[in-house]
């Protein structure tokens, strides 16, 4: 008995399955050939992908869309991760603190990847672990950047681990002060000396895809040095949205000496 020939929604379904499991972000010609479509289909069932958040474009390349990173930290790992590790090891070479990048899932962020200078070796990487918005300034700086209903279940789990929501020291005076300032800050929360600052990489108001996270020891986050700090990390942030977002590809400025000192 013949194929039944495929539908629109198994061409969509082919092409994300596609893009999610490649070890990297694959272009169109690749993705065309694995599925068994002719370019122009391929192209076109993309373009709606990418309008619905399935698939994200960085240039020529494909990866796992927000909708998808939510239900697949496999998937981050492979494409987002690769995209994003130049940006990492580049902030935390410039400020001499470990980096690490998570996504957000249901009620927490997952850490999946970091780069970590040796002299922090001490303090834990966390890699591959779910964090709570109420201890660590990763999901705080994502959960900020989400719209309000969507803040439910991390303020849900908070909640019910016993941290107080409302008061000047509750979550929310927390959540507010992060999307006031476009970063959140920790100071020891989790572990004592550990001390970090995160950004949420945002390509749709209300979607973050992402969070980089500056951490270090809490001297390394001193008022003197806290405002250089958010700057590095804005610049970062700001590239990684701009490679995601599928902007043209720009030459990057020469980075200036730091003059923030011995980190």
Known sequence: ??????????????????VARASQPPRLTDLAEEVGLHRATAYRVLVDLVRRGWVLRAGDRYLPGTAVLQLSSS????????????????????TGLMVNLQVPEVDRSRVIDVVRPDRLAM?????????????????LALVAALTPADRVPYL??????????????????????AERTGFAVEYGRNEQPVASLARAVVTRPGA????????????????????????????????LAHILSGAPASEPPSPAPSTEGPA
């Open 1 to 18: 008995m013949p194929e039944a020939p495929r539908t629109a929604v198994d061409k969509a379904l082919d092409l994300v399955e596609a």
């Open 75 to 94: 998937a981050a790992r492979n494409s987002l991760g690769a995209l994003a590790r130049p940006v990492l090891a580049a902030l935390s070479e410039r």
């Open 123 to 139: 303090i834990s990487s966390l890699t591959g672990q779910a964090l709570p918005v109420h201890r660590f300034a990763g999901p």
């Open 156 to 177: 849900r789990a908070a909640e019910e681990a016993g941290f107080p929501l409302e008061g000047p020291d509750g979550l929310l005076s927390d959540i507010e002060e």
């Open 208 to 239: 973050p895809v992402c969070a980089l996270t500056l951490v270090g020891l809490g001297p390394d986050f001193g008022e003197a040095r806290l405002p250089g700090l958010r700057e590095r990390l804005r610049e970062a942030t700001d590239e």
